[in-house]
């Protein structure tokens, strides 16, 4: 499907949700439980939306420290998918490569999880680890980056926090990588 030059069409395309819908009531803030350190919480973003400031709300901290949880969505009484623009200015982040270098870490650790599912159906949790602090490494050599998960993994493993063996095996893993295949998903 050919993308819309209007970004802000493109993100109600993505979100397929209507940005001027929003009334800036504030609600979606007042539930988000990462609203607190947002540099643009979701009432703000949701405003730099509206006006078209796409690059900028896309440049965000803010949307790579979103959990996906959807309470705004949910509490939205405009209904309007405030959680589906959190991924539009997201894909679109990734697209433009405006992601920012605070950000770098947490899109490492999210590819990371993607690559293991993958590859098994679902995560193994030490692999994936290993997988994210290997990349990571090598692309900052940020040595106590390393230092720090190698002192906190084996507490989570003492813990049943993490564990080296997937819990019940993906059947279908075949059906898993169709998924994947057909997002077009780079890892
Ligand atoms: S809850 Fe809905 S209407 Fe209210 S500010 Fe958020 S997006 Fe806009
Ligand atoms: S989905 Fe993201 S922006 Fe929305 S409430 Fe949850 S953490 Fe906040």
Known sequence: ????????????EL??????????????????????DMDLPPTRMMRA????????ASKADSIWRCLSCLTCSARCPKSVNV?????????????????????AKIIGFQKAFLRN???????????????FEIRYFFRRFDVMNVVNTGLLGPKMIARGKMHFAIGSPVKDKALVKRIFDKCKVEL
Request: aromatic residues 2%; hydrophobic residues 30%; contains cysteine.
């Open 1 to 12: 499907m050919e993308k819309p030059n209007d970004p802000r069409a493109r993100v109600e």
């Open 15 to 36: 979100a397929q949700t209507k940005l001027s819908d929003c009334y800036q009531c504030g609600k979606c803030t007042a539930g988000c439980p990462r609203g607190a």
């Open 49 to 56: 939306a509206q006006l078209g400031q796409i690059e900028e």
């Open 83 to 103: 959680s589906g623009v959190v991924d539009a200015l997201r894909q679109i982040a990734v697209e433009t490569n405006s992601v920012s270098p605070k950000s």
């Open 117 to 131: 599912v993958r590859r098994n159906g679902r995560t193994n949790e030490v692999e994936m680890a290993s997988d």
